[in-house]
């Protein structure tokens, strides 16, 4: 399971991070793609890479298969999984843009600007099941794609394409967006104000902070993390400089990480957050770090080459 976030800060440049929550990590690892890259589109939906982008993933085959990432022009996209729910064109659509499942995150952030730019191009796509290679079957997700202005959530079913304007900047997985934004409505009583006071034959208080927050769900269901990720975007404070926004998102992700040997996966496995990342539009950096090493880790588009034929590996 996967949870995504998106802020800006004072300044209104956007941070925009997310857990990768599962049994097992796939040797990801932090991959920049340069300008001029020209991948091996399936069906020719990028034929070159018009912006630099870094990002997590891996590489099959000379090709990066990215979960998440973000581009020199600030936009970024992020893939959590959707089962039950996403259904991708079995095969390229006459007249479309088709895209393989594997391949939409990088089509994102190589050819487009803005989150306009993608909703309008969206309007003429299809989404194709055509896995890179038969060990990587296409992966069940829908997409969240943020900038500094906002952010969407971009969802491909058995009802075809579908993109939700997504006001409350946070995604977790199944069951839809829609979905989620209505269940909302179920916790309108929750609040991070001072619980008051009352009285049951002698005046009582709260035992602290927090008393108002009662009924916020604390279970790493989606449904769940969804709320707890929207209840703590909604009232964390804006905050000057990077480094409090980097450390805002870092706590922020860590209220609906998954610790390990909480809960278990239909397999008799249980997941736990695999790594955090985060992507900062105003330095193009990319801050991560793993179960295993929480210390934070940066890599700055701009210190790689912003031109080439070749993924590079970081």
Same mark, same amino acid.
């Given at each position: 399971?996967?949870? #995504?976030?998106?802020?800006?800060?004072?300044?209104?440049?956007?941070?925009?991070?997310?857990?990768?929550?599962?049994? %097992?990590?796939?040797? /990801?690892?932090?991959?920049?793609? $340069?300008?001029? +890259?020209?991948?091996? @589109?399936? %069906?020719?939906?990028?034929?070159?890479?018009?912006?630099?982008?870094?990002?997590?993933?891996?590489?099959?085959?000379?090709?990066?298969?990215?979960?998440?990432?973000?581009?020199?022009?600030?936009?970024?996209?992020? #893939?959590?999984?959707?089962?039950?729910?996403?259904?991708?064109? @079995?095969?390229?659509?006459?007249?479309?843009?088709?895209?393989?499942?594997?391949? +939409?995150?990088?089509?994102?952030?190589?050819? +487009?600007?803005?989150?306009?730019?993608?909703?309008?191009?969206?309007?003429?796509?299809?989404?194709?099941? /055509?896995?890179?290679?038969?060990?990587?079957?296409?992966?069940?997700?829908?997409?969240?794609?943020?900038?500094?202005?906002?952010?969407?959530?971009?969802?491909?079913?058995?009802?075809?394409?579908?993109? %939700?304007?997504?006001?409350?900047?946070?995604?977790?997985?199944?069951?839809?967006?829609?979905?989620?934004? /209505?269940?909302? &409505?179920?916790?309108?009583?929750?609040?991070?104000?001072?619980?008051?006071?009352?009285?049951?034959? &002698? $005046?009582?208080?709260? +035992?602290?902070?927090?008393?108002?927050?009662?009924?916020?769900?604390?279970?790493?269901?989606?449904?769940?993390?969804?709320?707890?990720?929207?209840?703590?975007?909604?009232?964390?404070?804006?905050? !000057?400089? *990077?480094?409090?926004?980097? @450390?805002?998102? %870092?706590?922020?992700?860590?209220?609906?990480?998954?610790? !390990?040997?909480?809960?278990?996966? &239909?397999? #008799?496995?249980?997941?736990?957050?695999?790594?955090?990342?985060?992507?900062? @539009?105003?330095? &193009?950096?990319? =801050?991560?770090?793993? =179960? !295993?090493?929480?210390?934070?880790?940066?890599?700055?588009?701009?210190?790689?080459?912003?031109? #080439?034929?070749?993924?590079? *590996?970081?």
């Amino acid at each position: 399971m996967c949870t #995504g976030m998106r802020f800006n800060d004072t300044e209104g440049n956007m941070f925009f991070g997310r857990n990768l929550d599962w049994t %097992f990590d796939y040797g /990801e690892r932090v991959l920049v793609v $340069p300008r001029g +890259f020209k991948p091996a @589109s399936p %069906f020719g939906a990028t034929a070159e890479c018009s912006h630099a982008l870094i990002g997590m993933g891996l590489v099959e085959q000379g090709q990066p298969m990215l979960f998440d990432a973000g581009n020199d022009a600030g936009l970024a996209v992020a #893939g959590l999984n959707f089962p039950g729910y996403a259904g991708y064109e @079995s095969a390229p659509q006459e007249g479309k843009t088709n895209v393989s499942a594997w391949e +939409f995150p990088l089509w994102v952030c190589a050819n +487009f600007e803005s989150v306009d730019q993608v909703v309008d191009a969206l309007q003429t796509t299809a989404i194709v099941d /055509e896995p890179i290679a038969s060990q990587w079957p296409s992966a069940l997700l829908h997409w969240i794609v943020a900038d500094r202005t906002r952010s969407v959530v971009v969802e491909y079913t058995d009802a075809g394409m579908q993109v %939700f304007d997504n006001p409350v900047d946070v995604l977790a997985n199944q069951p839809g967006y829609s979905w989620h934004a /209505e269940n909302l &409505r179920n916790y309108l009583n929750v609040s991070n104000a001072w619980g008051g006071e009352g009285s049951f034959g &002698r $005046p009582l208080a709260p +035992f602290g902070a927090g008393a108002a927050q009662r009924g916020l769900p604390g279970d790493y269901t989606s449904p769940s993390r969804f709320v707890r990720a929207a209840y703590v975007n909604a009232n964390y404070p804006q905050k !000057e400089r *990077e480094a409090a926004n980097v @450390s805002r998102m %870092f706590h922020s992700l860590s209220q609906v990480a998954m610790v !390990e040997g909480s809960a278990m996966a &239909r397999d #008799g496995k249980t997941e736990k957050t695999l790594y955090t990342g985060c992507f900062s @539009s105003a330095t &193009r950096t990319y =801050y991560f770090n793993t =179960y !295993e090493d929480v210390s934070i880790r940066s890599y700055c588009l701009d210190e790689y080459p912003q031109t #080439g034929d070749a993924v590079i *590996e970081a």
